[in-house]
């Protein structure tokens, strides 16, 4: 069975310094991963995927996530946090369903603040 | 391009009342569809899905029910609304066919129901 761990429920992190927040990951097969962002009273957004290929994904708002498969690892960075990457993160892989058919398997999600 | 309308964005019912929330989707076709409950701000729980009109499958047992009467269109229901269906509910959309698996959620904005 499919599962996502994000081991920490929250992350702080003070403006302009790099920032890591981790995801592990069990999966058959080969792992499709996701990262989403949700901003209070909001839906998820889609910030990047890896599906193959290189390990280190760039996607939204200058986040990227390196895929580690020893590590069953796909942690997201960045550089340099802004105030306005406070949010909810959600890691998400991707799991055959059966009949052709995928759904995403969430972690708990982790809040990040980021401290002006 | 694609959007996802959802409606109402919040809702106070009370116990025993029905239920009935909207989610349609414009700028693409025969989406697969999706009800997610978000409880307490954190973990995502997949309610529903559909890959075609008519074609509903249930993750959880529960007092809710879902249809698609139309391609673009996801209702979710309920004859009698409980407390514990209090929650933030996601509806969301993704590409159908061979590259499904690949294929991010895109979410609406959120339904908050509150049953008092």
């Known amino acids: 069975a499919q599962s996502v761990a994000q081991p920490e429920d929250q992350v702080n992190v003070a403006e302009g310094n790099p920032l890591t927040v981790k995801c592990t990951y069990s999966?058959?097969?080969?792992?499709?991963l996701f990262w989403y962002v949700q901003y209070p009273n909001r839906g998820l957004q889609f910030l990047l995927k890896y599906i193959t290929g290189d390990n280190l994904v760039k996607g939204s708002y200058g986040f990227e996530a390196e895929f580690n498969k020893s590590q069953t690892s796909f942690h997201l960075k960045k550089p340099s946090a802004l105030v306005s990457d406070s949010a909810l993160y959600f890691c998400a892989v991707s799991y055959n369903s059966g009949a052709g058919s995928y759904q995403l398997t969430f972690g708990k999600g982790t809040k990040l603040s980021v401290i002006p | 391009s694609q959007t996802i309308h959802q409606w109402p964005a919040t809702l106070v019912q009370p116990v025993g009342s029905p239920l009935s929330l909207e989610c349609t989707v414009e700028?693409?076709?025969?989406?697969?569809l999706y009800w997610y409950r978000q409880a307490a701000g954190r973990g995502l729980q997949l309610l529903f899905y559909?890959?075609?009109?008519?074609?509903i499958s249930s993750e959880v047992p529960q007092n809710l029910s879902a249809s698609r009467p139309q391609d673009r269109q996801f209702i979710l229901s309920s004859k009698k609304l409980l407390l514990s269906d209090s929650g933030f509910y996601l509806c969301a959309w993704s590409n159908r066919g061979s590259s499904s698996y690949n294929s991010p959620l895109h979410f609406g904005n959120g339904t908050r129901l509150t049953v008092t």
């Open positions: 700028g693409t076709s025969n989406p697969n």
């Open positions: 999966v058959s097969g080969n792992p499709y």
């Open positions: 559909s890959v075609g009109i008519g074609q």
